[in-house]
């Protein structure tokens, strides 16, 4: 499975501290993460380091290759592949998994400007963050220059993740499955992704919710079990089974109140968090008609425009005809049918080469 994001200056000097971290730095795990600080020791980066600092190390790069970089602050001037290991590799290929991976991205986007390629071993899924700067061609002026509307579209999100599964599935000798339901179309965006597992997240949490509540319900039967006091002050009716029974269920009622509690905060939470993506993923769509819509109409009335110098053009022919003498106007006629007949005779030897 693979993602592909970007991100302006700001937001990728931080997510490179993040990706980069070492076992000192005892980095925090965000919403979507669970970092086990025991292991950031295991991560590596397959990409050369930097020099100075990231925008310094961009403007470097850009001067060099004579790319242009454009002084804005809404620029996005990283690029992010997530690339997660599928399950069908076993642990002794991860290494040549993540190398093949960095070999294909480095390949295709250019290594002069890869920026990191992280290899993640202290979260649940190993991964890489293949982080580079989106260079593409500006046809309109002929130069390269830096913008990721120009090289992470969505025909780009398709076509590198169906490619890079070709080429790992022929280095490995099977399917490796990097084309899952989510991605193997090739059309669904980061928030769209997001608000799908945050809904199984719910699911899940609702899931085991029902069963904890269930299961208080059954302790509180057993907490119904009638005993009656003997003058010793102690009970009788009541096995000694019942009674270990109800020591534990006395101990573990408070303690599954609170883990229902959490996990009603938690369900809410992540009810707020898929809304969020759901609302994201919608005004991306909208946002896509309302482009397309715009484009439209542009082409209309470009065309409306042509039609009414065509129009301006025929009256314009018209009105000097008429000023024009008879003997002028016969001349004129004369070269039309001949500009057409030629025209007639060109088609014709198009498609019969033997006509003269």
Request: glycine share 4%.
């Amino acid at each position: 499975m693979a993602h592909l994001t970007s991100f302006k200056a700001n937001g990728a000097v931080g997510v490179l501290r993040h990706d980069e971290r070492k076992e000192s730095d005892n980095v925090q795990s965000r919403k979507n993460e669970c970092i086990d600080n025991s292991r950031t020791h295991l991560n590596y980066n397959l990409a050369p380091p930097r020099k100075g600092t990231l925008m310094e190390h961009i403007r470097r790069v850009c001067d060099d290759n004579n790319v242009r970089l454009n002084n804005r602050k809404d620029l996005n001037v990283m690029s992010s592949w997530v690339v997660t290991v599928p399950k069908t590799v076993p642990s002794q290929q991860y290494q040549l998994f993540f190398q093949r991976c960095y070999d294909f991205l480095k390949k295709r986007y250019g290594e002069k400007y890869v920026l990191s390629a992280t290899v993640h071993m202290d979260e649940t899924t190993p991964h890489m963050h293949y982080s580079f700067i989106p260079v593409g061609l500006d046809t309109k002026n002929n130069r390269l220059t830096v913008s990721s509307k120009l090289v992470a579209t969505r025909t780009e999100l398709r076509n590198c993740q169906q490619e890079l599964s070709n080429s790992l599935d022929k280095e490995f000798g099977y399917n490796l499955g990097i084309l899952n339901e989510a991605t193997k179309d090739g059309n669904k965006t980061i928030q769209e992704l997001k608000y799908k597992t945050t809904v199984e997240k719910i699911e899940k949490a609702e899931h085991k919710l029902e069963n904890l509540q269930g299961r208080i319900l059954k302790q509180e039967e057993v907490n119904a079990i009638k005993g009656k006091k003997t003058l010793t002050g102690g009970l009788k009716d009541v096995t000694y089974n019942e009674y270990l029974s109800l020591k534990k269920t006395a101990q573990s009622v408070n303690k599954a109140k609170k883990t229902v509690k959490n996990l009603k905060a938690e369900v809410e939470e992540l009810k707020k968090e898929r809304n969020f993506y759901k609302n994201k993923a919608e005004s991306i769509d909208l946002q896509t008609q309302i482009n397309h819509t715009n484009e439209i109409n542009a082409i209309k009335s470009k065309l409306e425009k042509e039609k009414q110098l065509h129009e301006l053009d025929r009256s314009f022919v018209k009105a000097i005809l008429r000023e024009m003498p008879q003997s002028a106007r016969d001349e004129f006629k004369l070269a039309q049918d001949n500009i057409k007949a030629r025209g007639k005779q060109k088609e014709k030897r198009k498609h019969n080469p033997l006509i003269r």
